[in-house]
């Protein structure tokens, strides 16, 4: 074992130069500019943004706290405030079939204006057209006409009335009634005296009132007729009427606006209607039906306003529209509906915005995953990427079954850039599942999650910390806090060699240095309270730590950190809850008998293995057959479990402290149980690299230290994760006073010769191991069960 030697302490954890910072405080430093660590995604932005072709939208991927969200909108509104202003959006009544609302697309800024003067034409419209149908000359052709349609009457009335002065009979009109009564002495007769008249005579008047009614009935055959004429004279001089009180209104507006077809055809439209429908704005005679100028006024703007629905007029360059809730009505719009006598109705004024409306050319911002979780909305999406055009429709009725009348608007030509902003798993997929999503969104923008460590990155690293610190409103840091901000970030990145790019982490921790700050009443940010921070926030999320730690000192889980043991081995764990990860020791046994079950894996067979520890099991049967069992079978049955587990065990990192316990099993050396073990190994035997590596160290140290340091304690790691160690001081320091120690391997052979003292062994010319070796031992305990076994 002593030709093993621990890694030195400064392996073990990369310090932060300070004379890499030449600089005393931050509030010296230029501030930083652009996104730091993020060459690959600023080059697929700006190609993404420059790319106009239909398909080319957007999917920023990377983990969340990493600023990918703060990357693309600032990347977005950066582009976007050089190009030119979208078009106004708006809708207006369709005249001919008020279900189906007209789209009106007009020139940025027009359309609050056309607003304005539509609203102030409806105005002049409300006061001038009553007037004109108030004004003499109309009514003196109105009375012309109703003198003419009088005198026919009249010339009817007349020719009967002379023939019934020839029988001595009156006709009189009663309203619009004509009757006939008898007349004696110049006087009407009433019924009393005409019913002492003789029996002649009675018979002889209503002869001839039958005969004046006959007459009177062909002298007003042409009622109708005439009735006709005269409406359709009062239809053509209130037409007439309508039109010299409207056009001259109209006129300066179409001249306004003689450069916009859509809005002279408007114009036109509004005019055909008011004069056609001039009596609903004038209001009727009748008393029952009068209109008050309310209720005229409600006319007029439900029939002829204009709907602005997405006005850009204060717009500056391309819209960047931001959706935090993805639903079908907040991104598509939606048709509001209003009470009315118990009954929902309404009309294309209630007609209402959506983000894609107001991201119109420009572009649009969404989560992915958000998007994702709202029932119709993805597809709604891709339909309306593909036909360039947005509808506002109600999804739900296509599935229930149940149609109200509602309104169906015309569609807006749609060109918009949608950028997703997601996670990696979720953008894969859509790919996997979605054979459209490639083609729609063919720009794939990866967020890094570390940047390299070079002289370079950690000034650019301190600049960036000067502008998080004074977008925060933070004091400015000292050289050596930026230092230990280094160092953390290297941990985080769980790499000596690189930088974290989780910004929103970084500005957590800056502001909860600051608050430390206040608290000692110092001026500047410096290392202590950096350390201070980091040390609260592992109190505040330790418990679950703490118990575990508390379960193995009173023996309730059973680790030993001390002697010798065979089939038993200290493997190292990382738990994580939440955000919060932490190392914890776990004991892995192994048994062996003879027998051809090969090795079970107990976690397996209970389903608490999942797929990548169950694999790294069956890994242990290749090593074994191809190290020890190359000219003989293997024949053997043993049993593999990580003790007090109860919850499900993924990963491979235990392998390697599977087969040197199972080695330890089959040969009956002990393993000394002062180390814990972690790591993974392929069939050969060779040691690969794991997650996790400083937790699991600190967890088994601080197992150890808790119990008290022996000075042999220790773990055993891949040799591949030296590069990973960024540990805690006080790991660092117990290693410098030689009571902890930790080794690097590189093979099975040299994990084996640390835990159990002995030499691993060679193999010879002849194909055997050095005598003695743990490996000739292991050829000859697998060659006696495979003897016992036939």
């Known amino acids: 074992m002593d030709k093993h030697l621990p890694l030195a302490p400064e392996a073990l954890y990369r310090n932060c130069d300070p004379e890499l910072l030449p600089f005393k405080t931050t509030e010296s430093l230029e501030p930083f500019t652009g996104f730091f660590g993020q060459d690959r995604a600023i080059e697929a932005m700006a190609f993404g943004i420059g790319m106009q072709r239909p398909g080319y939208n957007l999917f920023v991927m990377g983990n969340p706290h990493t600023g990918r969200f703060s990357f693309a909108m600032d990347s977005l509104k950066s582009s976007a405030k050089k190009q030119n202003k979208p078009s106004d959006w708006c809708y207006i009544n369709n005249l001919n079939d008020n279900r189906y609302p007209v789209v009106l697309e007009l020139p940025a800024g027009r359309a609050s204006q056309l607003k304005r003067d539509i609203r102030q034409l409806l105005d002049t419209v409300l006061t001038e057209l009553p007037a004109a149908f108030e004004n003499p000359a109309y009514q003196r052709m109105k009375s012309q006409i109703e003198r003419e349609f009088n005198r026919h009457y009249d010339d009817a009335l007349d020719q009967v009335e002379r023939k019934g002065r020839e029988y001595s009979i009156a006709v009189y009109r009663d309203g619009a009634t004509v009757g006939f009564t008898p007349v004696s002495n110049g006087q009407g007769m009433d019924e009393a005296a005409f019913s002492q008249l003789p029996e002649e005579e009675r018979d002889a008047i209503q002869s001839h009132i039958s005969e004046l009614e006959e007459m009177l009935n062909d002298s007003l055959t042409g009622l109708p007729v005439w009735r006709r004429a005269a409406a359709e004279q009062m239809k053509v001089l209130d037409r007439e009427t309508s039109r010299q009180a409207v056009q001259p209104l109209i006129q300066p507006l179409r001249e306004k606006y003689a450069n916009i ?56 360059g391309a819209p960047v529209v931001f959706e935090a809730h993805p639903s079908y009505e907040n991104l598509f719009g939606r048709v509001e509906y209003v009470s009315e006598m118990g009954s929902m109705v309404t009309n294309y004024t209630l007609i209402r915005s959506g983000a894609l409306h107001r991201a119109n050319g420009g572009y649009l911002v969404l989560e992915a995953e958000k998007l994702l979780e709202q ?119 769980g790499d000596q060699e690189l930088l974290s790019a989780h910004v929103g982490e970084l500005v957590d921790l800056l502001c909860e240095s600051d608050f430390r700050r206040r608290e000692q009443n110092d001026a500047l940010i410096n290392a202590e309270h950096v350390e201070l921070a980091l040390e609260a926030k592992e109190r505040r999320t330790g418990r679950l730590s703490e118990k575990i730690l508390e379960s193995i000192l009173n023996e309730t889980v059973l ?91 993924d990963g491979d990192s235990a392998s390697l402290a599977e087969i040197c316990t199972l080695i330890s099993a089959l040969t009956h050396i002990p393993i000394r149980q002062q180390y814990a073990i972690t790591g993974s190994i392929n069939q050969y035997g060779e040691v690969q690299a794991i997650g996790g590596v400083n937790e699991k160290i600190e967890g088994f140290f601080h197992l150890c230290k808790t119990r008290g340091l022996t000075g042999w304690q220790g773990c055993v790691i891949p040799k591949a994760n030296v590069r990973h160690l960024m540990l805690k001081a006080e790991v660092v320091k117990a290693v410098e006073d030689g009571v902890f120690h930790i080794y690097a391997v590189a093979s099975v052979d040299e994990c084996l010769e640390i835990l159990m003292g002995r030499t691993a062994g060679v193999r010879k010319q002849d194909g055997h191991f050095t005598q003695r070796s743990i490996n000739a031992q292991v050829v000859k305990r697998l060659r006696e069960i495979a003897k016992a076994k036939a």
């Open 261 to 316: 077809n859509s809005i002279v055809d408007y114009l036109n439209h509004i005019e055909r209607d008011l004069i056609r429908n001039s009596s609903e704005v004038v209001g009727d005679d009748s008393p029952l039906e009068a209109k008050t100028d309310a209720m005229r006024r409600e006319y007029l703007e439900q029939n002829y306003g204009l709907n602005l629905l997405v006005d850009n007029h204060k717009t500056k």
């Open 375 to 493: 029932p119709f909305v993805y597809s709604a999406l891709k339909r309306a990427l593909k036909s360039h055009e947005i509808r506002i429709e109600n999804p739900i009725s296509e599935y229930t079954g149940i149609s109200a009348i509602t309104l169906s608007p015309h569609p807006a030509s749609l060109k918009v850039k949608v950028v997703l902003v997601g996670e990696r798993d979720t953008y894969y997929l859509l790919q996997e599942l979605d054979h459209d999503f490639e083609k729609m969104f063919r720009v794939v923008v990866d967020f890094d999650e570390d940047v390299h460590r070079t002289p370079h990155s950690i000034r650019q690293y301190a600049r960036l910390m000067k502008t998080l610190a004074h977008e925060e409103n933070l004091a400015p840091l000292t050289r050596r806090a930026v230092a230990r901000l280094v160092e953390h970030s290297s941990r985080l990145a």
């Open 559 to 649: 680790i030993d950190t001390e002697g010798e043991a065979i089939g038993k081995s200290n493997g190292l764990t990382v738990l994580q809850v939440g955000d919060v990860s932490f190392g914890s020791p776990a004991r892995i046994t192994a048994t062996v008998h003879p027998g051809n079950k090969g090795i079970i894996d107990i976690e397996r067979e209970v389903t608490l293995g999942q797929p990548i520890h169950s694999k790294g099991v069956l890994i242990l049967s290749g090593f074994l057959g191809h190290t020890y069992a190359s000219d003989f079978p293997l024949a053997v049955s043993a049993s593999l479990a990580m003790e007090q587990s109860y919850g499900y065990v």
